[in-house]
């Protein structure tokens, strides 16, 4: 029989693991959302051990799920990613076909404008990032490709682009202006998402 003394890593066995295994999820998780909410903040630059005190654990457990930056800033991007697309659904519930495209190219709009600020360590070459434009792509092209499809089927819009090119234009369209102005990405790409939508009225006969 183990003594009361004796650690809790004396235990063996599949049992004495599994907690192991979820409290390092949980931190991993507190992790990724406390970098999100400092990068936000500051800047990828930001101290680790801001983070780490953001996420109440020790600056040690970072490194252990995190040993390079780059590791912690690709998993912002992916939990973003991964947000971002996940709202597709919640549209499609809640809204129209063609309503649930306009504020999901809107949710996504926000997604770039936030990357702002990871945009010069995404593209630094690290090897951390490598995989991010396929996750990007697997993950963003689907949600948007299910909503279009819906819309296009209910007649309310158009199959004019196809989603992949779609995301690549808002991407550009969020640019950052001359004057910093935020809202100007927004209008464009409503004007966009307004392009696509199917013109039901036809056009009068001529003569009467």
């Not at 819906?150 to 808002?170: Q, S």
């Amino acid at each position: 029989m183990m003594s009361q003394s004796e650690p809790d890593g004396a235990c063996t066995g599949a049992s004495a693991e599994r907690p192991i295994r979820a409290d390092a999820k949980r931190n991993e998780a507190k992790l990724i959302d406390a970098a999100r909410v400092i990068f936000g903040r500051a800047g990828v630059d930001a101290p680790m051990r801001e983070i780490a005190e953001e996420a109440g654990v020790g600056v040690g457990t970072l490194y252990r799920r995190f040993p390079q930056r780059a590791d912690l800033i690709a998993a912002v991007f992916r939990l973003e990613v991964d947000a971002c697309a996940g709202s597709a659904k919640a549209f499609a519930r809640d809204y129209g076909p063609a309503e649930a495209v306009d504020r999901w190219m809107q949710r996504y709009v926000d997604f770039i404008l936030a990357k702002r600020g990871l945009a010069t360590s995404l593209h630094s070459g690290g090897s951390a990032y490598a995989p991010l434009p396929a996750y990007f792509d697997a993950h963003l092209e689907p949600a948007l490709t299910s909503l279009l499809d819906a819309a296009i089927e209910a007649g309310e819009m158009r199959a004019v682009i196809p989603p992949r090119d779609l995301l690549r234009a808002v991407a550009g369209l969020c640019l950052p202006s001359g004057d910093g102005d935020p809202e100007q990405a927004r209008r464009l790409v409503r004007l966009l998402v307004e392009g696509l939508r199917y013109q039901s009225a036809k056009p009068s006969s001529s003569g009467g």
